[in-house]
Each structure stands twice: as structure tokens, then as C-alpha cells.
T-cell receptor, first 112, second 114 residues
Framework: LAKTTQPISMDSYEGQEVNITCSHN???????ITWYQQFPSQGPRFIIQ???TKVTNEVASLFIPADRKSSTLSLPRVSLSDTAVYYC?????????????FGKGTRLHILP | GAGVSQSPRYKVAKRGQDVALRCDPI?????LFWYQQALGQGPEFLTY????????KSGLPSDRFFAERPEGSVSTLKIQRTQQEDSAVYLC????????????FGSGTQLSVL
């Protein structure tokens, strides 16, 4: 089971681009990389998922290098409402021996 | 409903009481997960259902914890003889079980055991 490592916390300012990097050195061939966002008193919310190269949606971009041993979640022009905990998950969703495991996440604090 | 619904939103129990937490997943979602989240920590996996079958219950912390999903839709997490260490937020998530599986979470039930 691939383990992930991400910074415990990060601070940034409104309007800045924020990049959160996640290390997953033991990622397996069938594993996808998924990021979730969690606000206080709410369950986690899916942000983005990728397998390789770059994925972009209306919320964020996900950059995955060729070796797939890390990934970077990029949030463009953050606002105060982006203050949340961000979780990086690695796993093969259809492999039921592979639990969907959340780590401690990265607490992102956006300052005015 | 449009999303995953959990009830009650808050539950206070005296130590030793039994509690039952309910999860209504998104209609048609075959996969259902329960997680436990302590304050300041990430969600910890408890158990997983595919339809009515409980395929993984390795995360349940003790035999006081029991989950069921008898008709493959609504699920109940039951905790018997609650202890203070059971105080946490219990999150339910569902997914459609496809390859690019995305979990949809409810807002959780905050359990406080006094």
C-alpha cells in the first residue's frame, strides 16, 4: 500500500498560487492519485484525480512527473475560502485489498 | 437525495450506552465506506460495503463496533457500550464503484461520549 507524505501545514496570501506537493515513492502501476479538500465540520470533498502528466479542472491542476513518485496540487489565485485541509491519496480504486487511506493532510491557511 | 446524508448530526452518549449512526448514500452507489475522524486527524478507515456485502471490516477498532447494510442502500454503524475514546466524527462516504472512484462524503455524525 503506497504511503503518502505531505507538509503538515502551509500559509499563503489571497491571490497567490499555492502548490502542495505529495510524495508517494512506493506508488504502484495501477494506482491513481486523488486529492480531497476538507472544511471544518464537513466531510472531505473530491478535488481532482490523475494518473500521469497533468490534469486540470475548474478548481485545480494536478502535476504528476514521469516517475509518478510525487504529485503537486496547484490552486490558482487562492481566496480566504480555500483555507482547508488537503489530503493526497494513492491507490487503485478497483482493488478492494487496497483501502482508501487518508493521511494527516496539509492544513492550508490563506491570509488576507 | 442529492448527496450523502448522515443522522444524527450530533450525538451525546453516556459511557456504556449503545448508539446507532445512520448513513443514506447517494442513490445507486454500490460502494459505502465508514471512517472515524478524531480531532485534528485525517479520516481513519473503518469498514467497506459493496452493495449489501461487507467486504472489509479490518478498521473496526473493537468488537463493540458493528456495521450493516442489509438492503445495499442505507447503512448503520452501531457502537455498543460506548467508551470515551469512541468520541470522534464518524463519516460515511459512497461511490459508484467505477475505475476512477470518487468518494462522496456526508457531513458526519459528531459523537461525544461523556
Amino acid at each position: 500500500l503506497a504511503k503518502t507524505t505531505q507538509p503538515i501545514s502551509m500559509d499563503s496570501y489571497e491571490g497567490q498560487e499555492v502548490n502542495i506537493t505529495c510524495s508517494h515513492n512506493n506508488i504502484a502501476t495501477n494506482d491513481y492519485i486523488t486529492w480531497y479538500q476538507q472544511f471544518p465540520s464537513q466531510g472531505p470533498r473530491f478535488i481532482i484525480q490523475g494518473y500521469k502528466t497533468k490534469v486540470t479542472n475548474e478548481v485545480a491542476s494536478l502535476f504528476i512527473p514521469a516517475d509518478r513518485k510525487s504529485s503537486t496540487l496547484s490552486l490558482p489565485r487562492v481566496s480566504l475560502s480555500d483555507t482547508a485541509v488537503y489530503y493526497c491519496l494513492v491507490g487503485a480504486p478497483m482493488n478492494r485489498d487496497d483501502k482508501i487511506i487518508f493521511g494527516k493532510g496539509t492544513r492550508l491557511h490563506i491570509l488576507p | 437525495g442529492a448527496g450523502v446524508s448522515q443522522s444524527p448530526r450530533y450525538k451525546v452518549a453516556k459511557r456504556g450506552q449503545d448508539v446507532a449512526l445512520r448513513c443514506d448514500p447517494i442513490s445507486g452507489h454500490v460502494s459505502l465506506f465508514w471512517y472515524q475522524q478524531a480531532l485534528g486527524q485525517g479520516p481513519e478507515f473503518l469498514t467497506y460495503f459493496q452493495n449489501e456485502a461487507q467486504l472489509d471490516k479490518s478498521g473496526l477498532p473493537s468488537d463493540r463496533f458493528f456495521a450493516e447494510r442489509p438492503e445495499g442502500s442505507v447503512s448503520t454503524l452501531k457502537i455498543q457500550r460506548t467508551q470515551q475514546e469512541d468520541s470522534a466524527v464518524y463519516l460515511c462516504a459512497s461511490s459508484d464503484g467505477t475505475v476512477n472512484e470518487k468518494l462522496f462524503f456526508g457531513s458526519g455524525t459528531q459523537l461525544s461520549v461523556l
